[in-house]
Structures are given as structure tokens and as C-alpha cells.
């Protein structure tokens, strides 16, 4: 592989803190050197690349996305995502285990890692099951899955919901140092609901969910966190109250963790008010207040990272009265315009926005990726701070549009994307 000279860049990296013009030369697919040492340490036949003073940071590390293959690729398949999330800015993702058959056993776990790899484009890393079948009730061979790649242990969209099951699988995961994912939503609360509970809800006339099933089984999981020690991670926090809770335990030393997406910064649940499925959400759009308590987590670093839970659905899915249309929304196009709109809101730094995207992600799940460091993978994202540009579901790479965004102005836009130094995507916009 010829090496390459990234020159006139705006090297960022909040591993380093570092803001900065500056070059960084490429070699055999591993970062060799980053700002002043990096021109002169390139061979003469490098590859050249004038940045012309746009961003160079690392690639995004997408923690959260639904894999449709094996099982549902008339919805997406593995392929699809990849050049959906490469031409997003994401390099390295991981996979959901609600797939089917589920990713509960070594053979599945492998089969994604092997399809990824064939294909070359993007890292693509596998959650195992926390539970067999995603049932809640045995656990998987946590161990075996480990060892065949499993970053984590999670059951995806669904609550571990049985109390005596999560004991047992932190005190498992805690065996091998293993992070545990909680969807944090009490299932019985949740049970026929729809939207957030209150007056928009009634108004419209659809069956609410009381956001106390969120904190609640945020609360109980902190407790058996405490008995355990294990590595505990609250996917997409969505209220106020649970933040808050997490705000806490963090203060006092428990190995937690928790990330958003970013429609629970973007909109609320006014969103909704057309009985438009696109904004139909596990967990639900929130009132302005949990909105606002989202961006000053993310503000003050409770909220770890920011994961796009990408989960595409066809229209079949979604073109049905807002109770009975699936949940969800796709997301990797559009996760780095839509966290940008943070800084340019002047809400959070760019910095904090760029972790919450790259290392936060990466550390969290233990992985040696996401950073501008001398030996690690030149996985990078180009882009252009604040170019502007309209969503659009029509040009997504991806096979589904179900999204919320279309049509929606944003600024920031990814120019190219580098995986081991080879360039994967470019922007026709570029």
C-alpha cells in the first residue's frame, strides 16, 4: 500500500486535544507521524492529499447500529450499511445482535466478522446476546463469544427486564470484564405505548409511555451494578431523571456509562404531532425539558457518547397508524451533521463533540481505534466544519429512508473517509 501525506489539514483529535493546522502521513495503512514531523518523514512516492485546511479527525466509532443481515436484507444488508456508514464518516461500528438468527452463538458472531471483512469498506464489531434468543431469561456463553470477538453483551432493543437475569449477567460479564448494554425501559410500563406520556400524547390520542420506565430500570441496574462491579453501559438515554441518575453514580465511582442519539437532541415530542412514523422511536421522543437535560449531559460529559442506532425499516413497516408502525429510524448519513449542529448551536464544544463520535465510543468498548496516535490505524473522516447542505433521504447510501431529517439544513460535511489508510468513500459533494 502506497503511504500518503495528508497536507493543510485541520488536524483534531480530542485524545490529545488537539486543534491545530498541521499534515499526517499514512504508512501501510497505520498513522506514522501527525503535525510537524509528518512532511518530512514521508517517502518520495507518498501519495499526496491537500486537505486544503479542512478537518481531519479520526473516523467516527458508531456504537450502536441494527444489522439487517443475516435475515432481513430485503431492508439492508451488509454491504449497504458499510457504504452507508463510510459515506456517513463512521470507520469502525457495531452491530446490534438482534439479527436473525441472533447473534447468540460463536457461528453468527463470525459470520458478520467475516462478511465484513470480505468486504473490506468499514471495522464492523458484534455485540453477542446478553440473553439466548433475546429471550431474557438463560444467558448466553458469554466467554465463547468473548473469545470469537463479541465487544459486549447487550439484547439490543429489548430490556434485560428480569432482575435475577441482569445479576447474573454482570456477575458473568464481570468474569471476563465484559460491558453489559442496557435498552433501559421497564417492559410492563412500556407495554401498548407509543409516544411519551402527557399532554401531546392525550391530545392525540395515543397510549402513553410513562418516562419513569426509563429510570426506573436505570435505577434498579445501578443497584445490582453496585453488588457486581461490572461494566454497565444505558443505551440512548432519552430523560432527564435517568441522566441525572447516571450523573450520580458516576460521581461515586460505579463503572458506568451511557450514550444518546440524535434525534433525543435534535427534536421532542412535538415532533410526533402529524402522526408522523418517522419520528416513532423505542425509547420515545421526550418533552422539551429531557431534550434539553440531553445536550447539557452531553455538554458536561455525563453522556458519554453519541451513537447514531441506526435501524432501518421499509415502508411495509412504517406506513401503518403511528401504535402499529416499528420503531426506529436510519441514522448513519446523518450522525455527524446532526451532532455538529451542537457546536454550531454553541451548546457544546467541538472537541466534546468530536469524543462523544470517536474516543469516548472506542474507550468504552476497550477498542484501540479512534484517535490521531503515531501506530494506530489511519482510520480517518475529511470534512468540511461548515459546509452547508439538505438532508437527503434519496441520496442515502442505504436501502431505507426512514428518517425525520429530510430536508433539514445542517452544516458539516464529510468530504472523504480513509479505513487503514485506503480511501473508501468521496463525497460527491466534495
Excluded at 468474569?175 to 391530545?203: M, N, S, Y
Excluded at 458519554?304 to 411495509?316: G, K, L, R, T
Excluded at 481505534?369 to 439538505?390: C, N, S
Aim: hydrophobic share 45%.
Amino acid at each position: 500500500m502506497p503511504s500518503t501525506l495528508f497536507k493543510n489539514a485541520r488536524l483534531i483529535d480530542p485524545w490529545t486535544h488537539l486543534d491545530q493546522a498541521g499534515d499526517l502521513l499514512a504508512v501501510d495503512g497505520t498513522i506514522r507521524a501527525v503535525g510537524a514531523d509528518a512532511a518530512p518523514a514521508a517517502p518520495a512516492d507518498a501519495v499526496i492529499i491537500d486537505c486544503a485546511g479542512q478537518c481531519l479527525a479520526p473516523g467516527l466509532v458508531d456504537m450502536r447500529v441494527h444489522l439487517s443481515e443475516p435475515g432481513h436484507e430485503h431492508l439492508e444488508d451488509i454491504e449497504t450499511t458499510s457504504r452507508s456508514a463510510v459515506a456517513g464518516g463512521i470507520t469502525s461500528l457495531v452491530a446490534l445482535p438482534g439479527t436473525e438468527p441472533v447473534l447468540d452463538d460463536v457461528s453468527t458472531v463470525e459470520f458478520v466478522s467475516r462478511r465484513a471483512r470480505k468486504l473490506g469498506l468499514v471495522n464492523i464489531y458484534a455485540y453477542g446476546a446478553a440473553t439466548r434468543g433475546l429471550a431474557g431469561k438463560e444467558l448466553t456463553e458469554m466467554g465463547l463469544l468473548a473469545q470469537a470477538g463479541a465487544v459486549g453483551f447487550t439484547d439490543g432493543g429489548r430490556a434485560i427486564a428480569d432482575a435475577l437475569v441482569m445479576r447474573r449477567a454482570l456477575s458473568y460479564a464481570r468474569t471476563f470484564d465484559q460491558l453489559i448494554v442496557q435498552h433501559p425501559e421497564e417492559p410492563k410500563l412500556a407495554a401498548g405505548g407509543a409516544v411519551t406520556e402527557g399532554e401531546v400524547a392525550t391530545r392525540l390520542g395515543l397510549p402513553g409511555i410513562t418516562p419513569a420506565a426509563e429510570l426506573i430500570m436505570v435505577e434498579r441496574d445501578l443497584r445490582l451494578v453496585e453488588i457486581t462491579g461490572a461494566r454497565y453501559h444505558v443505551a440512548h438515554v432519552s430523560t432527564a431523571a435517568a441522566i441525572e441518575a447516571i450523573r450520580h453514580a458516576k460521581a461515586h465511582g460505579l463503572p458506568v456509562s451511557c450514550d444518546t442519539a440524535p434525534a433525543y437532541f435534535m427534536l421532542n415530542e412535538t415532533a410526533i404531532e402529524e402522526y408522523r412514523t418517522f419520528t416513532k422511536l423505542s425509547p420515545p421522543l421526550r418533552p422539551e425539558a429531557d431534550r434539553r437535560a440531553v445536550v447539557e449531559g452531553l455538554r458536561d460529559g455525563t453522556i458519554d457518547a453519541i451513537a447514531s442506532d441506526h435501524h432501518p425499516h421499509d415502508q411495509d413497516s412504517k406506513r401503518l397508524p403511528f401504535t402499529s408502525a416499528a420503531a426506529g429510524i436510519v441514522g448513519l448519513e446523518t450522525l455527524l451533521p446532526l451532532a455538529l449542529t451542537l457546536h454550531h448551536k454553541g451548546e457544546v464544544p467541538l472537541l466534546r463533540v468530536l469524543r462523544a463520535l470517536t474516543q469516548a465510543p472506542a474507550d468504552i468498548l476497550r477498542l484501540p481505534i479512534g484517535r490521531l496516535a503515531v501506530g494506530a490505524a489511519a482510520d480517518l473522516v475529511l470534512f468540511d466544519l461548515d459546509r452547508p447542505h439538505r438532508i437527503r433521504a434519496d441520496q442515502f447510501k442505504c436501502k431505507a429512508r426512514n428518517t425525520p431529517f429530510d430536508g433539514l439544513p445542517v452544516q458539516g460535511t464529510v468530504l472523504k473517509t480513509f479505513v487503514a489508510g485506503r480511501n473508501v468513500h468521496s463525497s460527491d459533494r466534495a
